[in-house]
């Protein structure tokens, strides 16, 4: 009897051990399961890109069991940028976001964003880094996000019609005169009822949808700048400001190549012949037309500028732990194989030296033509001031520059008005 109790305590004694194991075991695996990071991530992309970009964070998924991104498209630039400042005020930022190339600063001010200085020597690790691409993220001589893609502005013409009225069209115009004297050829009543059909040349010219991003650039070429100096002030109602102004007036209402009504993608159908762009846009648009379609540098005035577009990835405050999860992903996102990868999928300039140098790009510089007049013209590409009030002063500036258009008056008293109020904004 005593044996048999002895037996039975043995064989709980043992369920209970192996329980007690089983336990410790569950505990272990949950523990691991419970040690990935989750951080969240915004962007703004859309169409193609945006099936590119999420299938890079996908793979960054796979490739990092420690670290999870929740990836969250939250709508179009204008929407994500308001979400972003919302969240901010609120003190729940996502850990990542995209930004537009004038952003950061805002971000920055209201000290919701960790700088790169914090996970690396910036010096060292950002000598791979193109010039251009370090001063769309660079405030006050700090690297505060991660250049992720850039673009620049440049024109699109179509050939066919360049044929129709005689012009080479090999030879795009490379200057404002040559640009006025083209587009009055490609200015047509192609059916005779005494109506504009087709016009020469077109550019966004409503301040809501981004008419002062093109604006800029037309001013820097004339030797205008936005703000004085030490960006104490803004200076956007000097001589050279009246000039890019008068110019565009003169291009819809003297000149009548430009329409303030343009047809919906007026260039896609051919009924624009040179419409200016974005270097992102080409293979879109290479796509939508049935023509022989053009690529060509900005026409130049009294200097040789285009404007620079693109995005940055930005780290937000959270935790120690969620912020280098954070820095793994944005240093991957814009390592030298995924900077070549993107910049090969998306026609977007190489931000790395390394990448600009590859083989791998040279040989796709080759088969894209259209991919070099981008490179060739990058040489003269200036990003717009890193300063906190440079939203509200281009909301301004871009306000007056349509006013001004618009109602086709010289444009001295409304910029004048215009930088009165844009200084406002200056602190």
């Given at each position: 009897?005593?044996?048999?109790k002895t037996?039975r305590?043995?064989?709980?004694r043992?369920k209970?051990?192996?329980?007690?194991?089983?336990?410790?075991l569950?505990?272990?695996?949950?523990?691991v399961a419970?040690a990935?990071?989750?951080?969240?991530y915004?962007h703004?992309?859309?169409?193609?890109?945006?099936q590119?970009h999420?299938a890079?964070?996908?793979?960054?998924n796979?490739l990092?069991?420690d670290?999870?991104v929740e990836?969250?498209?939250?709508g179009?630039?204008f929407a994500?940028?308001?979400?972003?400042m919302?969240?901010?005020?609120g003190?729940?930022?996502?850990h990542?976001?995209?930004?537009?190339?004038?952003?950061?600063?805002?971000?920055v001010?209201?000290?919701a964003?960790?700088?790169?200085?914090?996970?690396?020597?910036?010096?060292?690790?950002?000598?791979d880094f193109?010039?251009?691409?370090l001063?769309?993220?660079?405030?006050?001589g700090?690297?505060w996000?991660?250049?992720?893609?850039?673009?620049?502005?440049?024109?699109?013409?179509n050939k066919?019609?360049?044929?129709?009225?005689?012009?080479d069209?090999?030879k795009?115009?490379a200057?404002w005169?040559e640009?006025?004297e083209y587009g009055?050829l490609l200015?047509?009543?192609?059916?005779?009822d005494?109506?504009?059909?087709?016009?020469?040349?077109?550019?966004?010219?409503r301040?809501?949808?981004?008419a002062?991003y093109?604006f800029i650039t037309f001013?820097?070429?004339?030797?205008?700048?936005?703000?004085?100096?030490?960006?104490?002030?803004t200076?956007f109602?000097?001589?050279?400001?009246v000039e890019?102004v008068?110019?565009?007036?003169?291009?819809a209402?003297?000149h009548?190549?430009?329409t303030?009504?343009?047809p919906?993608?007026g260039?896609?159908?051919?009924?624009?012949?040179?419409?200016?762009s974005s270097t992102?846009?080409i293979?879109?648009?290479?796509?939508?037309?049935?023509?022989?379609?053009?690529?060509?540098?900005?026409?130049?005035?009294?200097?040789?500028?285009t404007?620079?577009?693109?995005?940055?990835?930005?780290?937000?405050r959270?935790?120690?732990?969620?912020?280098?999860?954070?820095?793994?992903f944005v240093?991957?996102?814009?390592n030298?194989?995924?900077?070549?990868?993107w910049?090969?999928a998306?026609?977007?300039?190489?931000?790395?030296k390394?990448?600009?140098a590859s083989?791998?790009?040279?040989?796709y510089?080759?088969e894209n033509?259209?991919i070099?007049?981008?490179?060739?013209q990058a040489?003269y590409?200036?990003?717009?001031?890193?300063?906190?009030?440079?939203?509200?002063?281009?909301?301004?500036?871009?306000?007056?520059?349509?006013e001004a258009?618009?109602?086709?008056v010289?444009p001295?008293?409304?910029l004048?008005n215009?930088?009165?109020?844009?200084?406002?904004f200056i602190?």
């Amino acid at each position: 009897m005593t044996k048999d109790k002895t037996e039975r305590g043995y064989i709980v004694r043992k369920k209970v051990l192996l329980l007690t194991l089983m336990f410790v075991l569950v505990f272990a695996i949950g523990s691991v399961a419970t040690a990935q990071v989750t951080i969240d991530y915004w962007h703004y992309l859309s169409g193609d890109n945006s099936q590119i970009h999420e299938a890079k964070v996908a793979e960054f998924n796979r490739l990092h069991p420690d670290i999870h991104v929740e990836v969250l498209y939250t709508g179009n630039q204008f929407a994500t940028r308001d979400k972003l400042m919302v969240a901010v005020a609120g003190g729940q930022p996502p850990h990542v976001a995209l930004m537009d190339q004038f952003w950061p600063p805002m971000m920055v001010a209201t000290g919701a964003m960790v700088p790169l200085k914090d996970f690396v020597d910036t010096d060292e690790y950002f000598e791979d880094f193109t010039s251009i691409s370090l001063d769309t993220v660079t405030i006050d001589g700090e690297q505060w996000t991660m250049p992720f893609s850039m673009s620049n502005q440049i024109l699109f013409y179509n050939k066919d019609m360049f044929r129709e009225v005689g012009l080479d069209p090999e030879k795009p115009p490379a200057t404002w005169d040559e640009l006025v004297e083209y587009g009055k050829l490609l200015t047509r009543d192609v059916d005779g009822d005494g109506q504009i059909d087709e016009w020469g040349v077109n550019f966004t010219t409503r301040a809501n949808i981004g008419a002062v991003y093109g604006f800029i650039t037309f001013l820097w070429q004339a030797g205008g700048e936005i703000y004085n100096e030490d960006f104490t002030a803004t200076a956007f109602n000097d001589e050279a400001a009246v000039e890019a102004v008068n110019f565009w007036i003169d291009l819809a209402h003297n000149h009548k190549i430009l329409t303030l009504s343009p047809p919906q993608e007026g260039f896609e159908v051919g009924r624009i012949a040179m419409q200016y762009s974005s270097t992102s846009g080409i293979a879109r648009t290479a796509e939508k037309v049935d023509f022989d379609f053009g690529v060509a540098p900005l026409p130049a005035h009294k200097e040789m500028v285009t404007g620079v577009g693109g995005s940055s990835m930005g780290i937000f405050r959270t935790t120690p732990e969620k912020e280098a999860a954070a820095w793994t992903f944005v240093e991957w996102m814009a390592n030298e194989e995924n900077n070549l990868e993107w910049s090969m999928a998306t026609g977007y300039t190489p931000l790395r030296k390394s990448v600009l140098a590859s083989d791998e790009y040279n040989q796709y510089l080759e088969e894209n033509p259209f991919i070099q007049t981008v490179i060739k013209q990058a040489q003269y590409a200036r990003a717009r001031p890193n300063v906190v009030s440079y939203a509200d002063v281009s909301r301004v500036l871009g306000i007056a520059v349509e006013e001004a258009l618009f109602a086709n008056v010289h444009p001295q008293q409304t910029l004048d008005n215009a930088v009165v109020e844009a200084n406002g904004f200056i602190f």
